[in-house]
Nanobody, 124 residues
Framework: QLQLVESGGGSVQTWGPPRLSCAAT????????MAWFRQAPWNEREFVGG????????SYADFVNGRFTISRDTAKNAAYLQMSSLTPEDTAVYSC?????????????????WGQGTQVTVSS
């Protein structure tokens, strides 16, 4: 069973703009699209961005507005979310997800595997 493990969260004011990492336990993830979602307290989970299995396509939610970049390293079975220009509104638990198809979706229901999430807290 494929597992996803996120890391890199924390307090932005202390550690600066984070790069979140998502490590997969199996090489099969190379065939899967991956995405990042986030969920703030009392909010629904929302799509942040996604990347195709071979990394040639990516897309982001409107609120990202050019501030985040998703990438992946197939040799390491990993995906990343580089964040910048964060505001307190970006405070949330960020989770990565993998879909058993090469192209991503903005719908959480379309993903088959999920990480446990990593907290990102942005102080004003």
């Amino acid at each position: 069973q494929l597992q996803l493990v996120e890391s890199g969260g924390g307090s932005v004011q202390t550690w600066g703009p984070p790069r979140l990492s998502c490590a997969a336990t199996e090489r099969s993830v190379r065939l899967y699209a991956m995405a990042w979602f986030r969920q703030a307290p009392w909010n629904e989970r929302e799509f942040v961005g996604g990347i195709s299995s071979n990394g040639d396509r990516s897309s982001y939610a409107d609120f990202v507005n050019g501030r985040f970049t998703i990438s992946r390293d197939t040799a390491k079975n990993a995906a990343y979310l580089q964040m910048s220009s964060l505001t307190p509104e970006d405070t949330a638990v960020y989770s990565c997800a993998a879909r058993r198809l090469p192209y991503f979706s903005s719908w959480a229901e379309h993903y088959d595997y999920w990480g446990q999430g990593t907290q990102v807290t942005v102080s004003s």
